[in-house]
Each structure stands twice: as C-alpha cells, then as structure tokens.
C-alpha cells in the first residue's frame, strides 16, 4: 500500500544526509534546532517537523549535506512498481511544470539491475503526471535544476524525497578559493564539535590549507548561521512561505555577532594556500577576525599557552611522500611534546602510518569519512613531558 505524506501538516517526515561517522553530532544538532523523533541510522538522520523546520534547518545546520522532505514510500518488485508509486504522489501540489527537474536514484542491496533506468522511470512518472494534471510537463535540466526529486532503494522498499536545499548545504555561498583535496565545510565543523572546543579558548590550524576550519570556527563563535549567504530550493517549491522564512532568516542575521578580533589563529607553509585562506576569508567577510600567517609548523610556537589545536596534515600517495612524510611526523610528534603543554591537539588524516609515526598516545580515536576516503580523528592531550606510552604495534594501536 503506497503512502503518501500530508503538505503542511506538523509531523512530516525529512532525512539529513551527513558526513559519515557524524551522525550522532547532526542528531544532537537537529534536535537542538526543534526536530522531533530523531533517529540515526547509517549515513545520515532522519527526523519529523513541521515546514517552518525546513527552513530552519538548512539555515542552521553545520553538518547536514541536505533536507530531503519524504512525500512517498512503498513497497516495489519491479520498475514499474516504482512509477506507480510516483504517478501517484501530487507533484503538481508541490512545484509548478514550469519549474526544471532532475531524479537522482540511490540503492542499497535492491535487486534492480539499473539504477539509472528507475531514475528514467521516476521522471516520466512526475512528468506524465504533471502533465495529466496540469497539460505541462517540466523541462529536465541536469546541471542546475530548480527541483531535485531524490528515490532511495533498499531491497522490498522505496522512498521518494523532494530536496528542499539545492546545492548541498557545506556549499556555504561564500568560498572562492579551494585546494586540491579540500575538506568540506559540514565535516570540518563536526571535527572542531567532536574537538570540545567552547568557541572562547584559543584555536589554531597550523597547516589551515584554504582555511576551512578557521572559517567555520570564526562562523561558530560569532554564531553566524551558515546559511545565511545562500539561496535554497525551497524557495520554488509550492508550499513555501516566504512571510514565514523572512521571520526566520531576519532572526538570525540579528542574533550574528559583529565581527570582532578572535583568538583564532591559522597559518601555512605555502604562500599559495595562504593567499587563497585569505581570499576565503575575505569573501566570508571575516578578513580580520582570524589572525592568519607564512610559517613552517615545524618552526613556529603556539600562538598561545593552551587552547585546541585541529589541521588536516598532509598524507602520501606518491612513494617519494610517503618517504618525507615518514620523517615529518616523528618531527611533529616531538615538537607537540616540546611546545605544546596544555594544547588538545586532532588532526584528521587517512594515513594508516600516521599513528604509528607520531609516536604519541591518542587519547581518541574516531573513524570518519571524507567523501568516500575512510579517515580517522586522533586526539592528543598534551600535558607537560612525554606523552610516549607503551610502544605501538604495526597498526598504530597501544
């Protein structure tokens, strides 16, 4: 039996993709923002609210990907199945054919040999039915749709999403200057979260690359909601109020700090990386507010005599890296030993060796992903004198 979600009313049902391994911290976060019957499950949250939570959410979220609002779910054998179940959800209620649309399929363990044709299945489906219903269909636009319908297949059931984002929501609205291998914005938040950090204590990234750490954390203590520079899908979408979301998003622009000088502190070995942290900045509107420099983090002090250190150091795939990183990391891990008393320092690496060759006890451990590269978060708690404890074994574990 095909069920298909209510428009307004309070209880719908949305899902928050996230960086995996932070879905506890988008739980604690979503519910903190009003969602009720929040519940984690691999990947992402789900959770129930009202439309008003839709704006609100993609306003606020540091860490969702998306706000995906789920209007159908049932049971399917075949294809066909599928675009039943999509000719018979009110599309017609929620965007005008006028608007552009895209489908994206995502399965797990479905026994569906093309992903890609149940996606063609689901645009005819919406296409035929708005044009039934209304004598126009949507044009398909796969670059910069104004609508993104979402199917999700597990093995007996799918779920079918409209996306009330857009441009996923670690697409701040701001940065201009990016590196090779970034780290996104929501998992960079929910790395300076898992670090404890209380927005007052000093903050530094000594290898900050374009800056993203620093920017998000310069965001967090000025509390500046993320999106605040952004527009959102919800905006074509039928049911929106834009009555409702300027009392939304007025509130948070008043509840921002102005900038102020923050004891949050970054800095970079390349001038390259330097400029474009600088650039980011800038386009943040935060130009002064983070204190930013050219250094070796081999050479420099601590910018102060505690706070939480969080970088993502470099990691070798080349065999001649992986040889200069193997004489790095001993270097780095003597200069936290040396310097470094009272600091709390992570780093987010997906070098296995790097445990190993910092030689220093990780307080924590906690497996994370950027993107589909499995990483880790080591945490160290510098205290005065070594913190060399028993000798590691080839995985890095004590």
Known sequence: MVREEPELKPGQHFFSPCPRGLEPVLADELAGLGAADVKVVPGGVGYTGDWKLVYTVNLESRIATRVLWRVGQGP???????????????????????????????????????????????????????????????????????????????????????????????????????????????????????????????????????????????????????????????????????????????????????????PIFGSDISGRELARTKENLQAAKLPWVVKVEGADVLDRNPPADHGVMVTNPPYGVRLEDQTALQAFYPKLGDLLKQRYAGWRCHFITADPDFPKLIKLKASRRTPLFNGALECRLFEYRMVEGSLRGPKPDAAGEP
């Open 76 to 262: 399917y054998r075949k294809e066909d199945d599928i675009y039943k179940l999509a000719y018979g959800l009110q599309w017609e209620r929620w965007f005008s054919p006028k608007r552009t649309l895209r489908v994206y399929t995502t399965a797990v363990r479905s026994p569906l040999k093309s992903v890609d044709f149940v996606t063609l299945r689901v645009k005819d489906a919406i296409c035929d039915r708005m044009r039934e219903q209304t004598r126009q269909r949507p044009s398909i636009d796969t670059a910069s749709p104004d609508v993104r319908a979402h199917v999700f297949l597990t093995d007996r059931e799918a779920t079918l999403y409209l996306d009330t984002s857009g441009e996923p929501l670690y697409k701040r609205g701001f940065k201009v200057a990016a590196v090779e291998a970034p780290i996104k914005e929501n998992l960079a938040a929910g790395i300076i979260m898992l670090s404890g950090w209380d927005k007052v204590e000093p903050f530094f990234d000594p290898m900050c690359g374009s800056g993203t750490f620093l920017i998000e954390a310069a965001q967090m203590a000025l509390d500046i909601a993320p999106g605040l520079g952004r527009d959102f899908a919800f905006e074509k979408l039928t049911p929106f109020s834009a009555g409702v979301w300027s009392t939304v998003r007025d509130a948070a622009a008043a509840r921002a700090q102005p900038p102020r000088e923050l």
